[in-house]
């Protein structure tokens, strides 16, 4: 059973987290627009358990309709607040 099977999430919310995650290992971060509050608890929820799961360690936010997920290990924390703001933007808001 899938982290979103058991925590009983619809399979939208479920391959959102599941390719947040991914991106998130090979990249140090991920964000993604979740305007759906309910939605973004549940993918920030998962994300929290897949990374237990895997003994990742992670921060998940909530910024207005945005979601972000951090590894604690990632070169993002280091970086200037410029860099780091744009990391933590989603694709489709970037020029």
Same mark, same amino acid.
């Given at each position: 059973?899938?982290?979103?099977?058991? +925590?009983?999430?619809?399979?939208?919310?479920?391959?959102?987290?599941?390719?947040?995650?991914? +991106?998130?290992?090979?990249?140090?971060?991920?964000?993604?627009?979740?305007?759906?509050?309910?939605?973004?608890?549940?993918?920030?929820?998962?994300?929290?358990?897949?990374?237990? !799961?895997?003994?990742?360690? *992670?921060?998940?936010?909530? $910024? !207005?309709? $945005?979601?972000?997920?951090?590894? *604690?290990?990632? +070169?993002?924390?280091? +970086? !200037?607040?410029? $860099?780091?703001?744009?990391?933590? $933007?989603?694709?489709?808001?970037? !020029?």
């Amino acid at each position: 059973m899938s982290g979103a099977e058991s +925590e009983g999430v619809s399979a939208a919310v479920g391959a959102m987290s599941d390719s947040m995650f991914a +991106e998130c290992l090979e990249t140090g971060q991920a964000a993604r627009v979740v305007p759906d509050d309910e939605s973004a608890e549940s993918i920030r929820r998962l994300l929290r358990v897949t990374a237990q !799961d895997a003994g990742v360690g *992670i921060r998940t936010a909530r $910024t !207005d309709d $945005t979601v972000v997920v951090v590894r *604690i290990d990632a +070169e993002v924390w280091g +970086e !200037d607040a410029g $860099t780091m703001r744009r990391k933590l $933007t989603p694709a489709e808001r970037l !020029d």
